[in-house]
């Protein structure tokens, strides 16, 4: 059964970096584009950008342009996001998602909690 | 950038009864749209997609439809497991979600 699972919670500092993970399993890794969304607290779904891990391409939400790194690692099956000089803005939940009709499986989310 | 009006913003209704959900596109976006629902501490689930097609496994109470650029999504007749909060994701052009509906028992 296809199953995306990421990585645990961060808590990390203002102005670092942090990168997440997600491991897909149960379907061809490098046929389906990922998507990456943030949910802030009791906040809607916003879109970041994707990745179709077959060649590598991406695009982003010009929001996220400079913000967010989307990379995939074909060997382990991974997607990554790397989010850099974090604010207190980008606290949130970050889910992955695969494209099909729809996104029609979910990561877990990953809570990012960025304070000093 | 496309823009997703989503409405109403919460709504309360009682068990049965008929539920529907809009979402006005700010262009035409044709059957790019899909419907989520999300539970407190839940990741989204796809419910419909194409605008009109339903998702594997989602019960058919839930239906889509279009007219125009106005989207809805309507729950012929509301269970308790569909309490949550929903959203439309346009995926014409990049993508955009609306701003969700919290929908809650009366």
């Known amino acids: 059964q296809v199953q995306l699972q990421q990585s645990g919670a961060e808590l990390v500092k203002p102005g670092s970096s942090v990168k997440i993970s997600c491991k897909a399993s149960?379907?061809?890794?490098?046929?389906?584009?990922m998507h990456w969304i943030k949910q802030q607290p009791g906040n809607g779904l916003e879109w970041i950008g994707w990745?179709?891990?077959?060649?590598?391409?991406?695009k982003y939400n010009q929001k996220f342009n400079g913000k967010a790194t989307l990379t995939a690692d074909k060997s382990s099956s991974t997607a990554y996001m790397q989010l850099s000089s974090l604010t207190s803005e980008d606290s949130a939940v970050y889910f992955c998602?695969?494209?099909?009709?729809?996104?029609?499986?979910w990561g877990q989310g990953v809570m990012v909690t960025v304070s000093s | 950038d496309i823009q997703m009006t989503q409405s109403p913003a919460s709504l309360s209704a009682s068990l049965e009864e008929i539920v529907t959900i809009t979402c006005q596109a700010s262009?035409?976006?044709?059957?790019?749209l899909s419907w989520y629902q999300q539970k407190p501490g839940k990741s989204p689930q796809l419910l419909i997609y194409?605008?009109?097609s339903l998702a594997d496994g989602v019960p058919s109470r839930f239906s889509g439809s279009r007219s125009g650029t106005q989207y809805s999504l309507k729950i012929s007749r509301l269970q308790v497991e569909d309490i949550g909060i929903y959203y439309c994701?346009?995926?014409?052009?990049?993508?955009?979600f609306g701003g969700g509906t919290k929908l809650e028992l009366k």
């Open positions: 994701l346009q995926a014409y052009s990049a993508w955009t």
């Open positions: 998602a695969r494209l099909n009709w729809g996104f029609d499986y």
């Open positions: 262009q035409d976006i044709g059957n790019w």
């Open positions: 194409g605008a009109t």
């Open positions: 149960g379907y061809t890794f490098t046929s389906y584009d």
């Open positions: 990745i179709y891990p077959g060649n590598g391409n991406t």
